[in-house]
């Protein structure tokens, strides 16, 4: 006889969208480091650091709203 599946149990949904924010909020961080670095290297003004927040922005963004179809 098979054994029944068990459910598998899902995070609450407070502690995944926490844990989102942290990972958006530490990766928008180092992306301004990161921004910084080369606008002290490249003597760029705040070129680099504007670019790179962008990109993280919207890499954190269509994640985000991956995540949420799948989640949904």
């Known amino acids: 006889m098979r054994s029944p599946k068990?459910?598998?149990?899902?995070p609450k949904s407070w502690a995944v969208l926490t844990g989102l924010?942290?990972?958006m909020g530490v990766s928008l961080y180092f992306a301004s480091l990161a921004g910084k670095a080369l606008d002290a290297?490249?003597?760029?003004?705040?070129?680099?650091t504007l670019s790179l927040l962008i990109l993280i922005l919207a890499v954190n963004i269509y994640g985000l709203i991956k995540f949420l179809n799948r989640y949904n």
């Open 21 to 23: 924010t942290f990972q």
């Open 41 to 48: 290297r490249w003597e760029s003004g705040k070129t680099m």
């Open 6 to 10: 068990k459910q598998k149990k899902r």
